[in-house]
């Protein structure tokens, strides 16, 4: 199979019929062998209706439908396991991401070599409020992942099926995906500009300030992962062994001190009564917590499961 189109989706049932005849309309042109697959992220309208209807006209239609809404990354996640293609293409179902593209993006894969090729939505309608936080959000994805792509949450992207097979889409990491590319070892990543549809039903799903707080503390969470996610020791370990010896030489320093003071005929005070004694203690207590905190974090990250499990109810 050339081409498996990964279609993540919440409450899109107006603009289902119309995408899936646009991406069919471009594949029959260029005569791939394809399959659309649905992810039906939790719906409350009647999407999922839309989608067995339009399963039972076109054999090329998988589907999948969640119980709950769980997001983007799991939607991605379940469809990269059950995706089959040379190629595989994700695009959001607001048909705000052109089909047109496709043709290209697959071009790219396999006659230029590359692992993954992101969108880039140079020109954009989304209002003044979305795109100004998005620029500051890519400028510091690209600072701290090191991959000069202008727009990592673009949702339409290509991958050779390597690529999807062998990395982990969870929580909000979609976002990420090229820096989860990268660290699992396909660095030939590149980006193409494509073109931004204005959105003509409904409204987005993805909105909100809390939005961009929440991307800023997954690229720091993914940073620390793709560091020390399987050596959590290095980081704890050397924190807490820094602490507790900062700690140890204070108290040895303020005990010897304490009896230079008496030796040269000073009062006599216990070490207990400086609060630098206790600041020193607190340090000791701190590197030894931080210390077990890493022995904790191994144990975990040795017998964690690799694969997340979502309920669904329905695939066809």
């Known amino acids: 199979m050339d081409i498996s189109v990964v279609i993540p989706l919440f409450n899109e049932a107006e603009s289902?019929?119309?995408l899936h005849?646009?991406?069919k309309r471009v594949m029959d042109a260029e005569r791939f062998s394809y399959e659309i697959i649905f992810i039906d992220d939790?719906?409350?309208d009647s999407s999922w209706n839309v989608i067995r209807r339009l399963k039972g006209l076109h054999p090329e239609i998988k589907a999948i439908r969640f119980r709950r809404n769980y997001g983007k990354s799991p939607a991605l996640f379940c469809g990269f396991e059950r995706s089959h293609g040379d190629v595989v293409i994700t695009m959001d179902a607001d048909l705000q991401d052109s089909p047109d593209e496709i043709p290209e993006l697959y071009r790219m894969i396999m006659k230029d070599g590359y692992d993954?090729?992101?969108g880039w939505k140079k020109k954009r309608y989304d209002p003044l409020s979305k795109t100004l936080p998005t620029k500051l959000f890519n400028a510091t994805a690209r600072r701290v992942?090191?991959?000069?792509l202008h727009d990592f949450n673009c949702g339409l992207?290509?991958?050779?099926?390597?690529?999807?097979k062998n990395i982990e889409v969870y929580n909000e990491m979609h976002r990420y995906i090229p820096y989860l590319a990268k660290n699992a070892g396909f660095s030939r990543i590149t980006e193409k500009e494509v073109k931004h549809q204005k959105r003509q039903y409904g409204k987005t799903k993805f909105g909100g300030i809390n939005r961009f707080f929440n991307g800023y503390l997954d690229l720091l969470t993914l940073w620390f992962l793709s560091k020390f996610g399987k050596k959590p020791m290095h980081f704890f370990g050397v924190l807490g062994t820094l602490m507790f010896l900062f700690g140890l030489v204070a108290v040895v320093a303020v005990g010897l001190l304490k009896l230079v003071a008496m030796h040269s005929g000073g009062e006599y005070r216990l070490v207990t009564n400086t609060p630098y004694f206790y600041i020193a203690l607190t340090c000791m207590i701190?590197?030894?917590q931080l210390f077990l905190t890493g022995f904790i974090g191994e144990l975990?990250?040795?017998?964690a499961p690799e694969r997340n499990k979502y309920k669904i109810s329905e695939e066809i």
Request: no cysteine; net charge positive.
């Open 16 to 18: 289902l019929p119309e």
């Open 21 to 23: 005849a646009w991406i």
């Open 42 to 44: 939790g719906s409350t």
């Open 116 to 118: 993954l090729v992101s």
């Open 145 to 148: 992942s090191g991959i000069k």
């Open 157 to 164: 992207k290509a991958y050779r099926s390597e690529v999807v």
């Open 286 to 288: 701190i590197g030894t």
């Open 300 to 303: 975990i990250s040795r017998n």
